[in-house]
């Protein structure tokens, strides 16, 4: 698998134009514009209730858009969505529920195999794969419950990689997982980003890493001209309150990161002085 | 409990009891994952009208039953799922609605109601060989679906969202759900009446489900457990002359309190054994 650079050529595989949507007639996201281009890896961060996951889920169809135009790639939602690997914020879980790892991961074949038909051996081929790739095949047999937070979130990964997915939604991928962990995870998802596009969303400023191509800030408003850093324009047309964030450090550690992929950029001399 | 079995009637009673136990077993897992204990609730005593409804036009009670359960099976599923709000409230007034109408059409039906009390406090011991016919079929009805449904049954149950977005007919599958408890219910109405029907739908699945690791096996083994429990009950009730559906029930509930004691203690063992 060669690694395919973003360019300005690259295929459309998200679109959204003049999007309004959210819930009971009250919008929660407003004129959203949006075109995410075939390997792209975007961070999206804003505040909770910024409308962060009523993106995803119009995205998704699970939410109709009131306004607007929504295509994945080129098709409409509904259609589209068979090609996107979706991993949902973990915040409601069921510790008791009687399910292993494997079972989980193998929902991610639920789009491949319709009504009555069964599970095939190609299927299972696919699970222990994503499993593999995550590294949870030992723990396959384990019930779901018994696993930690950052393990969960890996099979939460597996089974929207079971899904043979084009383009990868995240619902706040770190936000129940310590640093450590979160770090592993994202250089698994710098090493799917060679051959999917990855859609983030983040409440956590220090959420954007390295390995996040270019980010954007929403926040009912969506701030996203492809850049490759948080600007300060940015973060203060989103979150409305700049001089708490600079207090504290947050964005000190989203340009530190930064270091690693454009270390001859001034802001960064400027904050590691 | 050897001579007793010289009877036909408790060669039936014992009969009715494993077969109610299967489904109670699948059903109840999935009642008990989903968290519509109380939707089965409503379930259950909606029937209640139908019963009603066959006195009252001269049919037979489990028929209209079965038609009363399901229809109020798919009005409750509607409801829950139009509206995000008040389903509970809604839900609890279809249980009362259900109930009070089969109590005053019962009022209506001239002549002596023999066997009424056996619906709502459950009469395993008067189970016509009959009735065993209707319960197998319905055993093998529940046990093809879930089997044909399996892997969207799991889905729903587990993460709905995720079903959605991964086209399985959700909203379809949820109907089909409540519609199989209703077949359950009326079923086990036989054994310990509507009144303690979701005691036995949740107990043998909530015990199981504290030891099984995916859902068939809970289904297994909450089976299992149905099996155990009636026949025990029925056993007891038999040696003490007590009411078969109260001491059916008083021995699933002991044994879910045992349950909840012994967990603690059993999985420290498992742990330590799986190293």
């Known amino acids: ?273 | 409990m050897i001579e007793a079995l010289q009877f036909g009637f408790m060669r039936n009673a014992l009969l009715a009891g494993v077969l109610v136990s299967i489904a109670c077993g699948i059903i109840g897992t999935l009642v008990v994952i989903n968290r519509i204990v109380f939707v089965s609730g409503g379930i259950a005593h909606a029937a209640y009208g139908g019963i009603g409804l066959g006195y009252f036009f001269k049919f037979n009670p489990v028929l209209g039953a079965i038609v009363f359960s399901v229809a109020a099976a798919v009005g409750m599923g509607a409801v829950q799922r139009r509206t995000r709000q008040r389903a509970d409230t809604i839900i609890g007034v279809m249980w009362a609605i259900g109930m009070a109408l089969g109590i005053i059409l019962v009022d209506l039906t001239a002549g002596y109601k023999a066997d009424l009390m056996s619906y709502l406090f459950g009469s395993i011991l008067a189970v016509p060989s009959g009735d065993l016919l209707i319960m197998l079929a319905l055993d093998l009805i529940i046990i093809t679906l879930v089997a044909l449904f399996y892997k969207e049954l799991l889905a729903i149950s587990f993460d709905e969202t995720f079903a959605t977005v991964e086209n399985v007919p959700v909203d379809a599958i949820h109907m089909l759900l409540l519609c199989l408890i209703a077949l359950t219910v009326v079923m086990m109405m036989r054994v310990v009446g509507l009144i303690m029907v979701i005691a036995l739908l949740t107990m043998p699945a909530a015990i199981a489900g504290q030891f099984a690791r995916d859902m068939k096996r809970m289904m297994v083994l909450a089976s299992i457990l149905g099996v155990l429990f009636t026949t025990a009950g029925l056993w007891l009730s038999y040696s003490l002359n007590l009411t078969s559906g109260a001491t059916i029930i008083l021995v699933s509930g002991t044994a879910y309190l045992l349950s909840l004691v012994l967990k603690p203690l059993m999985s420290r063992v498992w742990s330590e054994s799986m190293g």
């Open chain 1, 1 to 273: 698998m060669h690694r395919r650079e973003t360019t300005e050529t690259a295929r459309e595989v998200i679109s959204v134009q003049h999007l309004w949507a959210g819930y009971e007639h009250e919008a929660v996201l407003e004129d959203i514009n949006l075109t995410v281009k075939e390997l792209d890896f975007i961070g999206l961060i804003g505040p909770n209730g910024g409308g962060k996951t009523t993106l995803l889920k119009v995205l998704l169809g699970l939410v109709p858009p009131m306004r607007g135009q929504v295509h994945i790639l080129g098709g409409s939602v509904n259609e589209g969505r068979r090609h996107i690997g979706y991993v949902p914020q973990s915040v409601e879980f069921d510790r008791d529920f009687p399910i292993t790892v494997w079972d989980v991961v193998r929902m991610g074949r639920l789009g491949k195999r319709g009504l009555l038909q069964r599970y095939t051996a190609e299927d299972n081929d696919v699970v222990a794969g994503v499993l593999r790739s995550v590294e949870m095949l030992d723990l396959r047999h384990h019930p779901i419950g018994a696993l930690s937070g950052g393990q969960r979130q890996r099979v939460y990964i597996a089974r929207a990689l079971a899904t043979e997915p084009e383009i990868l939604l995240l619902d706040e991928p770190m936000a129940s997982v310590d640093p450590l962990v979160s770090t592993s995870i994202y250089e698994l998802l710098g090493r799917l980003n060679d051959h999917v596009t990855i859609l983030m969303v983040s409440h956590d400023v220090s959420a954007v890493s390295a390995y996040v191509k270019t980010v954007g800030c929403l926040n009912r408003w969506l701030f996203y001209h492809g850049e490759r850093q948080l600007t300060s324009d940015m973060l203060e047309a989103a979150y409305q309150c700049p001089i708490d964030l600079i207090a504290h450090g947050v964005p000190h550690r989203v340009f530190q990161e930064h270091t690693v992929v454009r270390p001859g950029s001034p802001q960064v001399e400027e904050v590691r002085q």
